[in-house]
């Protein structure tokens, strides 16, 4: 939250709330979508995603408007410095960092097509009464090369990114390695979800719930399986 005010009111400020807000969802859209191509055993809920679009929008700002800066190293530098400190908090257990990749990605991309600038002496030569009649072009070649190089990326990766998705494609099973990007494990935790199995059986109107990896069981009045579930006795029978 502390984040989205510094650097979602800093943004605001400069470029307007329809294009910070577009940049905003999109990039969350594109941080769940990632998140569900590595996460599919799991459900993730946040707006990190997104949050990481700020901070992606706001690296690629500074590098497509590279000339307007004064102090664009300290800026740049800084800016890196914040966002892997942010994506390395990532690794811990039960953090998605897939939606954090996914939602920095698509806002560093998306800020080569939203927060472009016009040069400042295109500007200036604007609001001159002297101007002459052929002001210099608007934006540098560099900038129209970004614009076009970032749209192309963005567009192509979350056509093929919603394609495997609709066909059900875990990038797991093509890349064995990524998954220690979400998260590292250690001697202090785990990163693979450890799975429950239990067995159960009606006695009556009682249900007999026994976990297979302990040997465990408990028996619960049926109109009482409700709540708790058997999927969560199993849990704690398991535990």
């Known amino acids: 939250m502390l984040s989205l005010v510094f650097i979602g009111i800093r943004l605001e400020q400069e470029f307007g709330f329809v294009r910070i807000g ?16 590595f996460i599919q055993s799991g459900i993730s809920v946040g707006a990190s995603g997104a949050l990481f679009g700020l901070l992606g929008g706001m690296l690629s700002e500074i590098l497509i408007n590279w000339t307007i ?10 800016l890196i410095v914040i966002t892997l400190i942010n994506l390395a908090v990532g690794i811990l ?14 806002g560093f991309f998306l800020g080569f097509v939203f927060l472009i ?6 500007i200036v030569q604007r609001n001159s009464p002297s101007a002459p009649s052929s002001l210099k072009n608007r934006h540098k070649p560099y900038q ?8 192309l990326l963005l567009t192509s990766g979350y056509i093929i990114g919603l394609i495997f998705l609709l066909r059900g494609v875990n990038l ?8 220690y990007l979400s998260c590292v494990p250690t001697s202090l935790w785990r990163c693979d979800a450890k799975q429950v199995y239990c067995e159960t059986s009606q006695i009556g109107n009682r249900l007999n719930i026994t976990c297979l990896s ?26």
């Not at 190293?73 to 800084?78: G, K, P, Q, S, Y």
């Open 69 to 78: 800066y004064a102090n664009k190293v300290a800026a740049l530098l800084t």
């Open 214 to 239: 302990n040997g465990r069981s408990e028996l619960v009045d049926m109109p009482n399986v409700g709540f708790p579930s058997p999927l969560e006795l199993c849990s704690q029978l398991c535990r």
């Open 93 to 106: 257990p039960h953090v998605d960092n897939f939606a954090h990749i996914g939602g920095f990605l698509s």
């Open 117 to 122: 600038r016009p040069q400042f002496k295109w």
């Open 172 to 179: 797991n099973d093509h890349c064995s390695w990524c998954r």
């Open 22 to 37: 577009f940049l905003y969802v999109i990039s969350g859209f594109g941080g769940s979508l990632l998140s569900a191509l």
């Open 144 to 151: 129209y090369i970004l614009w076009i190089i970032s749209f």
